[in-house]
Nanobody, 121 residues
Framework: QVQLVESGGGLVQAGGSLRLSCAAS????????MGWFRQAPGKEREFVAT????????NYADSVKGRFTISRDNAKNTVALQMNSLKPEDTAVYYC??????????????RGQGTQVTVSS
């Protein structure tokens, strides 16, 4: 059983930046593809980004490409999401997720409780 705890959310003005972090415990971190999802009020959960076990392969939603960067530190069992040039439409609860193996599918095997990001215009 993998536990994921997100941190770093908050309120920021449009154009600003935030860095989300997710701490993992309970498993061998490098065995998991890690990802971030988000869910805005009244909308379905939306894929944001994933990163493979060694950080050599990343994937982003078109809506965040060029603005967000996902990274991981296997020594610290953490994954981060650097969010720049934030827009009001980025407002959502952001969830960290883990998928065992080398390929991502669905919403992963484990998910955190989420952290709120609010971008004001």
């Amino acid at each position: 059983q993998v536990q994921l705890v997100e941190s770093g959310g908050g309120l920021v003005q449009a154009g600003g930046s935030l860095r989300l972090s997710c701490a993992a415990s309970g498993g061998t971190f490098s065995n998991y593809v890690m990802g971030w999802f988000r869910q805005a009020p009244g909308k379905e959960r939306e894929f944001v980004a994933t990163i493979n076990w060694n950080g050599g392969r990343t994937n982003y939603a078109d809506s965040v490409k060029g603005r967000f960067t996902i990274s991981r530190d296997n020594a610290k069992n953490t994954v981060a999401l650097q969010m720049n040039s934030l827009k009001p439409e980025d407002t959502a609860v952001y969830y960290c997720a883990a998928k065992y193996g080398s390929n991502w599918s669905g919403l992963g095997d484990y998910r955190g409780q989420g952290t709120q990001v609010t971008v004001s215009s």
